[in-house]
């Protein structure tokens, strides 16, 4: 068990950026790969990237080349860079452990790209 609060997010143009942060308990962090997840209306939740403690990362192919993840060890802290934004990133997004079991969700943070 541990907590995550994520912070950012908010309203941006198509082809706008915007850098996501994670907080987490350093128990959870230096355990488990962290990774960033989104879900929208009537979609069900989908990891977009993750980190390992070694550094080796997963994107998603729909974000591939726009969104960046990295962590920062020393402040338990994992971010998510995410440029080039299009309409279809529009989504509540949410850092979680990659596991199979999960910590229990944050609010999450709303990110909506629109004209």
């Known amino acids: 068990q541990g907590q995550l609060v994520e912070s950012g997010g908010g309203l941006v143009q198509p082809g706008g950026s915007l850098r996501l942060s994670c907080a987490a308990s350093g128990s959870i962090f230096s355990r488990y790969p962290m990774g960033w997840y989104r879900q929208a209306p009537g979609k069900r939740r989908e990891l977009v990237a993750s980190m390992a403690n070694g550094g080796r990362t997963y994107y998603a192919t729909s974000v591939k080349g726009r969104f960046t993840i990295s962590r920062d060890n020393a402040k338990n802290t994992v971010y998510l860079q995410m440029n080039n934004l299009k309409p279809e990133d529009t989504a509540v997004y949410y850092c979680?452990?990659?596991?199979?079991?999960?910590?229990?969700w944050g609010q999450g943070i709303q990110v909506t790209v629109s004209s």
């Open positions: 979680n452990v990659v596991s199979e079991v999960l910590e229990a």
